[in-house]
């Protein structure tokens, strides 16, 4: 180490060598408790999907080439399915930052024990099965669901709407989904910003919503940040919602890539369709990471 | 008073829209019981008449059984598995220099932000070198994979609120480092092993899109079969397999609840 | 507690580490005797906690030896240093009730269960915690937290005890209580402390020797009185104890203040840096006449008088050389009454309180 070799005196250097192993047997003992994990996730993670990503560069013929993303970028097909998920993606974000922060600014503003107690019902659809869920909401917006006929008793329309089985079906679900991974970040950041701070901005002669704009809103950006990143990232490649509350005619990246595989063998493409979608992740969590600090994640 | 009407207004206005985000969150699981037992013999809401019929179509059904049993065998060794070998890298990656332990914090937190289906097509296609699709193992290795992260960041948060000097103590004292980590720092941590536990055997239990392609045949798990069937049509048997899974789900989610509780208590 | 044991020398020699090009400790050697209470002294971030880790074994130098009696322990893994450990924290074990705690040393040592009992009972009893064995962590003071982790420490009979911080956690008049009982412990122990504070109170109170610990270097080793009395340089001065000071030239061996050339009893020491008086304000006589001839002469005029209860602190605008403080005994100044704001006041110092001191210590 350079560190060492500042120090003038010879017979300073005592022992040297010894601890310079002992660091390194140290070193090896917890890099080797960590390994067995990181193995795992090296060989059925990163691998394959490396792998995948490379078969993208290769034609038919197995020569190296742009072939496959030049197929992606001029097929009509392929470039709906990018500015579909894309929309979807943007719509269902911005309908979860629309209904989960007010209710996160409605929960942070209570007592620690109602709002626990609340917490329950983003809790509970947190921890059930996307599967489950997504089930249930097939049949809530079936045609001759509960949603349809309440409406209709209700007197708001006549005839039945097509809920299920298209584009409104799969937003809906994956709404659903997709909202408490914006809640849980945003209500944690909002319960730890200092309601005092607000309280001394209404003192100071701000108005509530004043405060409330200039004041708790910037401090609930880390979270409100967090939650859309993760729930962009996750709505880009989700797959079970829009597959099943779909029905067919909605087409994301991930079912693209799944059928082009499975139905057509076509691994170049989606190789290629995977590549694009691996880099949007990467992008958006790089982002996240500039603004938010990834290793938030590893903490309380 | 202009302010206090305004404030009135507002404060009625997050009520109205949280109590109505709260409904719809919740909504997808208050419908599903009911319905599950229903004594019709298609889905209706509210169910008319009461029976134990899709919970008997279900527990009689060879196939149903079969996945139950492939799901539950995979979600306990995943959990077994992810657990000790998540809790370890946590504890060495807490060790380590800082450089060491960001590199591998991204490696590890890899399974959560790489979309599902890329990590299904990949581990697909090695399975199929390896032999391994449609086995019980490889449906656990890649449910390992995916457990992972949750067990190492879960333990790791518990390491971070751990006051470390209680392991250089007990060094201190005469015990090596595998005897303190065993006997002071593992008990200490417990709540968040625990935790993590219970996410690695949630996570295994619903993964849908892993297993739709890597699982199958004999070793086919539930989400599978429940995938493949909600695409043809709404099985009722259905609702009764949901309102088993929710059960699952809330007891782990009570479990892991009442860990936090005992743990702030003894703070 | 029992004669059995023998406390060990320490030697420490050219032991070096650095953080990155943070030199924590650069090139430090110190012997302290079997049974001291010796005490590493400094601001935070001078490399204290550094080196009592590195002599428990839990933060690895680059180089240098470290030795307990005749044996070199530099790569021995802490768990077979065999020392008693107190740290800031406590590092109480909450999980296990208060005997469970002291007993987990002998249980490591394979000592029989009822043996465990007799001997953890009889280190609660040391620290006046006798019939706490069965309460739990979470229901006891800082206090008692204290003396429990002391408890742990000492009950299997370590020869070496190395304490980080331990009271620094605690208000001041229960801090003021544990100095003098944790002194009183050593005494009874035969056991070698080292004891790390950054409060040179605290230090003066309790130690043999205390090493002062500046930029990862020592600046000196000395009993507490004579640190005070003859520090070797201007950080040590200026950390232990009350003081001002004023910019002095040095030529031939004496110091000149002003004008004036300044008596001191002490040779003036070497080092690099400009000197400076050092004057303590209790060192300082008020003179209701002239100052004698045998004194150094810093008269001046009455700044402000600061009551501070058992004393008062006075504040003199020195005629060339600047601000000194002199405190004198609030009886005492009752008694003589002080000169009021603006009067002219004489202040002598004696040669043999006379301190002037380099700036670094060569
Ligand atoms: N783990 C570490 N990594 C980097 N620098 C450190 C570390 N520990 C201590 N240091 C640095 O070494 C110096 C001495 O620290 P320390 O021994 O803790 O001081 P003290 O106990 O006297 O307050 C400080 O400058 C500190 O910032
Ligand atoms: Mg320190």
């Keep these: 180490m350079s560190a060492v070799e500042g120090y003038e005196s010879a017979e300073a250097l005592q022992n040297v060598s010894t601890l310079k192993s002992e660091n390194h047997r140290e070193r090896r003992t917890f890099l080797g408790l960590s390994m067995p994990a990181v193995l795992v996730v090296l060989v059925v993670v990163f691998l394959p999907v490396l792998w995948l990503s490379s078969l993208s560069f290769f034609n038919a013929a197995g020569e190296l080439s742009s072939e496959n993303y030049a197929r992606i970028f001029k097929s009509e097909l392929y470039l709906r399915t990018f500015v579909v998920t894309f929309q979807i993606s943007v719509a269902v974000t911005v309908i979860c930052v629309l209904v989960g922060y007010p209710l996160c600014y409605w929960l942070a503003r209570m007592s620690d024990r109602n709002a626990a107690i609340l917490m329950v019902f983003v809790l509970v659809p947190f921890w059930t099965s996307v599967l489950v869920r997504t089930y249930a909401w097939l049949v809530l917006l079936q045609r001759n669901g509960i949603i349809n006929e309440s409406m209709i008793s209700m007197g708001i329309i006549d005839e039945p709407l097509q809920l299920a089985h298209n584009l409104t079906g799969s937003i809906i679900g994956m709404v659903h989904i997709m909202l408490p991974f914006l809640v849980l970040p945003l209500y944690a950041t909002m319960r730890s910003v200092d309601t005092d701070l607000v309280r001394a901005a209404v003192g100071l002669g701000s108005s509530p919503r004043g405060a409330f704009w200039r004041v708790f809103f910037p401090m609930s950006l880390p979270g409100l940040f967090a939650g859309i990143v993760l729930v962009f990232i996750l709505s880009l490649g989700f797959f079970v919602t829009p597959a099943l509350l779909g029905g067919g005619r909605v087409q994301m990246l991930a079912q693209r890539i799944e059928s082009t595989i499975t139905i057509y063998s076509n691994w170049g493409a989606a190789s290629a369709l995977g590549v694009v979608l691996l880099l949007m992740a990467l992008l958006m969590i790089w982002l996240m990471n500039r603004v938010f600090g990834l290793d938030k994640l590893f903490m309380r | 008073m202009e302010q206090v009407g305004q404030r009135k207004i507002d404060g009625l206005w997050l009520t109205v829209v949280g109590i109505a985000v709260l409904f719809f969150l919740i909504l997808p699981t208050l419908i599903v019981i009911p319905m599950s037992f229903s004594g019709a013999s298609f889905l209706e809401f509210p169910p008319t008449s009461f029976s134990f019929r899709w919970y008997t179509a279900y527990l009689t059904s060879p196939e149903w059984m079969s ?92 390491l971070q609120n751990y006051d470390f000097d209680q392991e250089l103590a007990a060094r201190s004292l005469g015990a090596s480092r595998a005897y303190a980590l065993w006997t002071v720092t593992v008990p200490q941590v417990k709540f968040s092993i625990q935790t993590g536990a219970f996410l690695a055997f949630i996570t295994s239990l619903d993964e849908v899109v892993i297993s739709m392609l890597v699982s199958g045949g004999d070793n086919a798990t539930i989400t599978r079969r429940m995938f493949n069937s909600l695409r043809d049509q709404l099985d009722p048997t259905i609702a009764a397999i949901s309102t088993c899974l929710i059960v699952v789900s809330v007891v782990a989610l009570v479990g892991v609840q009442l860990i936090g509780r005992s743990k702030n208590v003894d703070k | 507690m029992s004669s059995a044991t023998q406390s060990l020398p320490i030697e420490i020699s050219s032991l070096c580490k650095a953080y990155g090009s943070v030199k924590a400790l650069d090139d430090v050697s110190l012997n302290i005797a079997a049974g001291e209470f010796l005490t590493l002294l400094g601001p935070s971030g001078s490399g204290k906690t550094t080196l009592l880790m590195a002599l428990a074994g839990f933060s690895r130098p680059d180089s240098g030896s470290i030795r307990f009696g005749d044996q070199e322990v530099i790569a021995t893994p802490p768990h077979k240093r065999g020392l008693g450990m107190v740290f800031q924290s406590y590092a109480l074990f909450p999980f296990m009730t208060v005997a469970e705690n002291v007993a987990y040393p002998l249980k490591i040592r394979g000592v029989s269960k009822s043996d465990q009992k007799t001997h953890a009972e009889r280190a609660l009893d040391t620290v006046q915690l006798g019939g706490y064995g069965d309460r739990r962590i979470t229901q006891l003071s800082g206090g008692q937290r204290q003396r429990v982790a002391l408890a742990r420490a000492m009950v299997f009979e370590p020869q070496i005890i190395l304490m980080d911080e331990p009271l620094s956690a605690l208000d001041k008049q229960l801090r003021e209580h544990m100095q003098i009982e944790l002194k009183a412990l050593h005494q009874k122990l035969d056991a070698t402390v080292v004891y790390v504070t950054h409060d040179q109170r605290e230090a003066l109170t309790m130690s043999d020797r205390i090493a002062v610990v500046n930029h990862g270097r020592i600046e000196q080793v000395e009993t507490p009185e004579r640190l005070y009395r003859q520090p070797s340089s201007f950080f040590v001065a200026d950390f232990v104890g009350e003081s001002v000071s004023l910019p002095v030239k040095v030529a031939n061996d004496t110091a000149q203040l002003g004008e004036r050339a300044l008596k001191s009893d002490s040779p003036i020491a070497q080092g690099s840096g400009g000197h400076r008086l050092v004057i303590r304000p209790e060192l300082l006589e008020v003179t209701s006449g002239a100052v004698p001839e045998t004194a150094n002469d810093l008269s001046g005029h009455v700044h402000d008088i600061i009551y501070q209860g058992d004393s008062v602190l006075v504040i003199v605008q020195h005629d060339s050389a600047g601000q000194i403080n002199v405190r004198v005994p609030a009886n005492r100044a009752g008694q003589t009454g002080l000169p009021s704001k603006g009067e002219r006041i004489g202040l002598a110092l004696h040669p043999e309180d006379t301190i002037i001191v380099p700036e670094h210590a060569s």
């Design chain 2, 67 to 158: 996945a139950t049993r492939t799901s539950l065998i995979a979600a306990i060794l995943t959990t077994l598995i992810a657990t000790p070998l998540g809790s370890l890298c946590a504890y060495g990656l807490h060790c380590s220099a800082p450089r060491i332990r960001n590199a591998a914090q991204i490696l590890v937190i890899m399974p959560i932000v790489v979309p599902v289906i890329l990590i299904a097509v990949g581990v697909f296609s090695l399975y199929a070198k390896l032999g391994l699709n449609y086995t019980l193992a490889g449906v656990v290795i890649a449910h390992t994979a995916l457990a992972l992260p949750f067990v190492i960041v879960t333990v790791m948060s518990g």
